[in-house]
């Protein structure tokens, strides 16, 4: 019996000034659920640093709406790889902000997140919420 690979995409891209997260966090999840996709959403104002995981063509489908939509510039792929589990539970997407009254809780549920995952997606998730 052949193990299920899963696809896991790690990248970064710049948001248009004013973009609604919570609508685009909505509708990422409805997609997500019928898509098989899960991941870790990060917005500190005026980036993005996303992680999305699943089926390979439902991560290619998904990225190229990311790539196509007027909301995101700038994007970069920090990693594309193949994993055995997902390393980002079964929630459709998760989302990780920063604010002023919580910036320790939010970095605490970043890193049990993130518990699993490779060092250097750690790192770079970790690097974010601590801007």
């Known amino acids: 019996?052949?193990?299920?690979?899963?696809?896991?995409?790690?990248?970064?891209?710049?948001?248009?000034?004013?973009?609604?997260?919570?609508?685009?966090?909505?509708?990422?999840?409805?997609?997500?659920?019928?898509?098989?996709?899960?991941?870790?959403?990060?917005?500190?104002?005026?980036?993005?640093?996303?992680?999305?995981?699943?089926?390979?063509?439902?991560?290619?489908?998904?990225?190229?709406?990311?790539?196509?939509d007027p909301r995101h510039s700038e994007l970069t792929i920090l990693s594309d790889r193949p994993v055995e589990k997902r390393e980002f539970g079964y929630w459709s997407m998760e989302r990780a902000t920063r604010s002023l009254n919580d910036g320790e809780a939010?970095?605490?549920?970043?890193e049990r997140r993130l518990a699993g995952a490779p060092e250097a997606l750690r790192a770079a998730f970790t690097a974010a919420a601590q801007r």
Do not use: K
């Open 1 to 68: 019996m052949t193990e299920t690979l899963f696809r896991q995409l790690f990248y970064t891209s710049r948001s248009m000034p004013g973009v609604d997260v919570d609508h685009i966090l909505q509708q990422s999840r409805h997609n997500n659920a019928v898509d098989g996709i899960t991941g870790l959403l990060w917005h500190d104002g005026t980036h993005f640093l996303q992680v999305i995981e699943g089926p390979d063509s439902s991560v290619a489908e998904t990225y190229a709406r990311i790539a196509n």
């Open 106 to 110: 939010v970095l605490a549920r970043i």
